[in-house]
């Protein structure tokens, strides 16, 4: 889903139309909003990404989407290593880096075809978070009714990687 997908989908839920007052002033909002939303999901789903380091005298520095390394693997091998600040040491060589990754900011300038880096089932719970806060302060109610649905999709997805992890 891009964010120009999410959007529309916030303005149908709250029932705005883009051409109006209103539906102008949410959109100005929303990219702050749904970047609260996917690092909110990634907390509760984590991005899980690969990416190949090559460290050199034992040391590979981490760069800032790295929010914590799982496994360092050589030919499909897992490798001890150690993790100090932004640091991983480990024996000289190449190695495929498994990780959880923040997701990158959305920024008020982010094009609308920018993609959501959370998986696409917590993609899908993201226009809710944000039509929650555009309801607030005024609709408490409404805020707390899109907030559960938010939760309660993610909830289904957690629910899904445990049953098929068993």
């Known amino acids: 889903m891009t964010l120009g997908n999410a959007k529309e989908r916030v303005l149908a839920i709250l029932g ?13 909002r ?20 690969t990416k ?4 050199v005298k034992g040391v590979y520095t981490v760069e ?6 799982i ?16 640091d991983i040491y480990a024996p000289d060589g190449t190695y495929i880096m498994e990780y959880i990754a923040t997701p ?3 920024l008020l300038s982010s094009p609308d075809d920018t993609k959501f880096e959370v998986d696409k089932i917590a993609a899908d719970a993201l226009p809710y978070y944000v039509a929650a806060f555009c309801c607030l302060p005024d609709d ?6 899109y907030m559960s649905i938010y939760e309660q999709k993610l909830e289904v997805f ?3 990687v445990r049953v098929r992890s068993i």
């Open 16 to 28: 705005e139309d883009a051409d109006t007052e209103g539906g102008i002033e949410l959109l100005s």
């Open 158 to 160: 957690r629910t899904a």
């Open 64 to 69: 800032e989407d790295v929010r914590r390394v």
């Open 104 to 106: 990158t900011t959305i």
């Open 71 to 86: 496994a360092l693997m050589q030919n499909g091998v897992r490798k001890d290593f150690r993790r100090l600040t932004i």
């Open 140 to 145: 408490t109610e409404r805020f707390t009714h």
């Open 52 to 55: 190949e380091v090559k460290l």
């Open 30 to 49: 929303m990219n702050i909003l749904f970047d609260m939303a996917q690092k909110d999901a990634a907390g509760k789903i984590p991005v899980i990404k």
